[in-house]
């Protein structure tokens, strides 16, 4: 019965976690200015995400080890920084960017200019980040973070004509107006948003922290292949809402405060108090987990005591790593820079460093000498590789289809 | 304040880098631009307006999204207004866009002052009043090849 609420926790708490800033912004973009016509990528992007998610949580669980400590080790110290550089840099954007929300949702919830929000949320989420306990931290904001499901009880509420959003999602097709370019850019946003490097580090690393081993491995997998199809399916929620209000009156949508205008509409202020805790928890337990997964990667590339199942104090130059972060984000932002630009190009850039995040993660996962038995099977490598092709073909289109279309102009 | 996404282009713009259109077509592609992009914000602050007097969401939520709305559409006007008509032929056109833009732009400003006084009869007026400009801009847009 412990072991059944372990992993009933575990897939919920991934359901909550899966949506942060980035699938908020881009599905509801994406809803909104194409209808469903790009529910196809977050589906590729669903089972991408489980394919490296599974395998890294199978390396963390069976080395006791994570990602980065055996990248480095792995492939050396050059291809290592290359690979901690692309992703941190991803990732502290990532971070900043969810900052940024977390104060967006603040002042949707007080009208309260979202400015003077930065530096309390920053200071929050380093309190939380330096005292909390992380299955605190965890459970409570992937929890919490469930409330999002009122996308899909506002969506049943709307009343969409379903049979037509099938078809717009089972064939797909451009919107007039639309060219081929800014539809392939906003594809790879929604799956850099679906396959965000920080996801796997963090994974990874939550299994030390929680102190994996094989025994688990069914338990992790329970958490990857339900929690994570799950969380994207509120992901296609959230699209779902903005194809059906605001796509037929060509409304874009810009910011968290439009995007949930839907769920107000069908489910009146009991919805909009479950939307806010749902922005609220969503941001602000993912502002924790690119928090960490910034102070994870450097530290783990050198060598340094890291990670919540230690002491503040022994893990200090982890915990300065994330602190500095922290500085840093809450400054970006402090600069007026839009958070929800900030998002935009963070999910592009995401798309950028993929190769780089999923590689070493095929290769370290490949290695019997850490892996044993455990090693990647023919349907892990198969689909691995394949991939490997995609992640390669979007990381090398991003920065042209960004360039082409002056940023989905 | 928030910064929009493009502000800043406009801010390049709005610092002397001010250009004329390259022809006709570039000038007539601005206006669809800043006429489409003020039609998402009219009709996206009208159905906050609809939903403040409906009573379906908060005065805070429907604060941030009206005041979102009027933040956003002043650098679009600001931004077609900058440029220089490439000839007479089109000066026709930017009257009539910048009116719509203008239009827009303070019946968005009542709508802020109407949702922080709590006035639902102008609130609902200003809704008619923000999808009937909205329409507008619409079809002045659809004129333009």
Redesign the interface.
């Known amino acids: 019965m412990k072991k059944f609420f372990a992993i009933a926790l575990g897939i919920l708490t991934a359901i909550g976690g899966f949506v942060d800033i980035g699938d908020l912004v881009a599905n509801g973009l994406v809803g909104a200015r194409f209808g469903m016509s790009l529910a196809w990528v977050v589906l590729v992007g669903i089972v991408g995400i489980c394919v490296f998610a599974e395998m890294s949580g199978r390396v963390a669980a069976v080395s006791g080890r994570a990602t980065f400590d055996l990248i480095r080790e792995r492939l050396g110290p050059r291809v290592g920084l290359l690979n901690l550089a692309a992703s941190m840099a991803v990732t502290l954007l990532t971070y900043t960017a969810e900052i940024g929300g977390v104060a967006l949702a603040l002042e949707l919830a007080t009208s309260v200019n979202p400015y003077l929000w930065i530096p309390v949320v920053g200071a929050a989420v380093w309190l939380v980040l330096w005292r909390v306990r992380f299955s605190v931290l965890e459970n409570a904001f992937g929890l919490a973070g469930l409330a999002l499901i009122v996308f899909a009880v506002a969506l049943w509420q709307l009343g969409p004509d379903w049979s037509a959003l099938w078809e717009s999602a089972s064939r797909p097709s451009l919107p007039d107006g639309e060219s081929r370019a800014v539809y392939f850019y906003y594809a790879i946003a929604l799956f850099g948003a679906a396959m965000t490097p920080y996801e796997v580090f963090f994974f990874s690393s939550g299994g030390v922290e929680e102190g994996w081993t094989a025994k688990d491995l069914g338990t992790m997998r329970a958490n990857v292949f339900i929690g994570f199809p799950l969380g994207g399916l509120l992901s296609l929620a959230i699209a779902a809402t903005a194809a059906v209000t605001f796509f037929p009156q060509s409304i874009e949508v810009d910011t968290l405060g439009q995007l949930g205008l839907p769920v107000g509409l069908a489910l009146g202020k009991l919805g909009i108090a479950f939307l806010l805790l749902g922005f609220f928890a969503a941001t602000f337990g993912a502002a924790c987990e690119t928090g960490l997964s910034v102070g994870y990667s450097i530290a783990q590339y050198f060598g340094w005591q890291w990670g919540k199942f230690v002491e503040p104090l022994r893990a200090a130059r982890f915990h300065t790593v994330v602190l500095l972060s922290t500085i840093v984000g809450v400054g970006v932002l402090l600069t007026t820079v839009d958070p929800i630009m900030l998002t935009e190009y963070s999910i592009v850039f995401s798309a950028v460093a993929l190769p780089l995040t999923y590689f070493p993660i095929l290769v370290v996962a490949n290695d019997r000498t850490y892996m044993g038995d455990h090693a990647n099977g023919r349907l892990a490598n198969t689909l691995g590789t394949i991939y490997l092709f995609i992640v390669g073909v979007a990381a090398v289109a991003a920065i042209p289809l960004m360039v082409l279309t002056r940023a989905g102009q | 304040?928030?910064?929009?996404?493009?502000?800043p282009a406009a801010c390049v713009v709005l610092a002397g880098c001010v250009a004329p259109a390259v022809d006709t077509g570039a000038y007539q592609h601005n206006a669809v631009?800043a006429l489409?992009?003020a039609?998402?914000t009219a009709?996206?602050a009208a159905?906050?307006l609809?939903?403040r007097v409906h009573?379906?969401?908060?005065?805070?939520?429907a604060?941030?999204?009206v005041?979102?709305s009027e933040e956003?559409l002043d650098p679009i006007a600001a931004s077609f207004a900058v440029v220089d008509p490439p000839g007479r032929d089109v000066d026709p056109l930017r009257g009539t866009v910048l009116d719509l833009l203008s239009e827009a732009g303070d019946l968005l400003a009542d709508a802020r002052i109407a949702v922080r006084r709590e006035d639902v009869g102008a609130m609902g007026d200003l809704a008619d009043q923000l999808r009937d400009v909205a329409d507008d801009m619409?079809q002045q847009a659809e004129t333009l090849p």
Do not use: N, Q
């Not at chain 2, 304040?1 to 502000?7: D, N, S, T, Y």
């Not at chain 2, 009573?55 to 939520?61: F, N, P, S, V």
């Open positions: 304040m928030r910064a929009p996404r493009w502000a631009g489409e992009s039609v998402s009709r996206v159905l906050a609809d939903a009573d379906r969401i908060t005065l805070a939520y604060d941030t999204v005041t979102e956003a619409e």
